[in-house]
């Protein structure tokens, strides 16, 4: 039979609607090439919201929440991503609301989550959230907790405090008789034990008879999941035999954990190590070195899944983003409006290191790491540990700043406070975008960096020039600049929809007429919607 005249049968004669089907099945990567090399291929790309819809979630890093906007088109849909994205990068930083803030002089434990301001004061041992300009479908909390109400153990003393708006929940560290740890699980909202835990109160596993003294602690949690570190000291020991140990609970499953990790604290350091949750079944340690473990099953010890060398040993400290990771599924707090939340794994995690001359701080140096190097693992990597060299260079940007510089970081977004000139006395706010879409996204705003930078970096004696060339778009607010002079940059945050400066009156703090620091001063808090 004569060429012309067979059936054509092949891939492209497929009808739209299932070449559509079959694309969708593909990473979007592959969608965007498929598309770019043939004809057919890209009419049924421009042609289908759906195919649209998954590149832009893919290619933002996103993840979609079911059964949140059944009732939305997918076409509107398609556009709202596009256009929040492009509205970070023309934020209008002179529109914003104050919020005032009367609070403890010195008190410097605060964060911003779940649309709520949280603080808890270490010296006074009070704490309290309320929300920050909530929306009409936003559930909101306000309560504060006067000194001893936050824990009415006897002779016990306030380790940590962590405040979870999404879940209701807040969790109290602390040590009694010097000695022995607990964990108290409570509402946020009233009194009496969270209505989703396992009990009252979470119990350390600790079989010594002589219980060494916790000189430091951190309390974190994430969906699930809490987890405390902290140093060990006995007066018996050694300064090389001091240790750090973590615990980790499924709080609404147990009470008790078996689930723990320990190691020798570094002898410079005065600290626990740190830690971050990377979604919800992995857990990375951070010490000299990074290591990735596997916390699926908590009837066992985490498992060791890789360990990844740094160049130089440093003392890091991981920032803690505003997580929207897992917060979907929680009837408490879920805003109506929100259609997807950040990709557990690709995503940002920051690292923080200071740098030292002649015994003083001079400078931070900051690495912006792209989760995916955690997950994207092969099966003998636990095996031997890797180089800087084979994971760090493409999957990070170091940075270096003055050691008074501000950072926050959410999903793939980065916003940093810089000062400007050589005189500290005014900043500017600096966003990177760092998701693979950001550069279409943008539409002609900010500046795309692809090309490598070498940082210098150093500590303890230690030093070594670093490339890297994780690519992101970056724009500079330069037209505000925020003047210092009567008020001090205290912290920012970055979420899903805000930006968020708190400026603390130090004049009023320090020369209110009180010369032992009694005053309360109201602070200012920006919320600069997006």
Known sequence: MDNEMQ???????????????????????????????????????????????????????????????????????????????????????HSFETVSITRAPLSRENIVAGGHFCLWNTHEDTAMIFPILPKPSQQSIQRNWLPGTLCSVPHSYNLDVFMDPAQNLIAVAYVVHRKTVYINLGALDGDGVHPQAAGERLFLLDDSENHPETTNAKLKGFGRHIALSRRLDDENWTSSDKVWQLQIWDWKYSTTSSSILSGAVPNRSGAAIDFCFL??????????????????????????????????????????????????????????????????????????????????????????????????????VAATPIPWQHWGPSNTRIFRHPFH???HINGNRVLQALPVGTRNSQFMLHLMDFSPLAVTNRRGLGRVVKEPSTTYISAGGFGESLTTSLPYVQVLFSDRKFDCADSELEDMWIDKERIYVLNADVERAMFDGDPNFLTSPIDTLEVIDV
């Open 7 to 93: 059936p054509q049968t092949g891939f492209l004669s497929l009808a739209e609607e299932l070449l559509f089907y079959i694309l969708s099945f593909l990473p979007y990567r592959d969608i965007l090439r498929c598309t770019s090399v043939c004809r057919t291929l890209r009419q049924t790309y421009l042609s289908s919201s759906e195919l649209q819809y998954i590149v832009e979630i893919s290619g933002q890093q996103l993840l979609a929440i079911p059964n949140t906007d059944n009732n939305i088109p997918i076409s509107k849909r398609l556009q709202l991503l596009r256009d929040k994205a492009h509205a970070w990068f023309k934020v209008d930083i």
């Open 279 to 380: 979604g919800n079944n992995r857990l990375l340690v951070i010490t000299d070195s990074l290591n990735l473990y596997s916390i699926e099953n908590m009837s066992q010890m985490p498992e060791l899944l890789a360990c990844f060398l740094m160049p130089i040993p440093l003392m890091l400290r991981c920032l803690s983003p505003i997580d929207d990771i897992g917060y979907s599924s929680q009837p408490y707090m879920q805003a109506q409006a929100t259609m997807c939340i950040s990709d557990p794994t690709h995503r940002l995690i920051c690292l923080t290191a200071l740098s030292t001359r002649a015994g003083l701080f001079f400078s931070t140096q900051v690495f912006i790491i792209s989760t995916r190097i955690f997950f994207d693992l092969n099966e003998m």
């Open 405 to 407: 510089f501000k950072i």
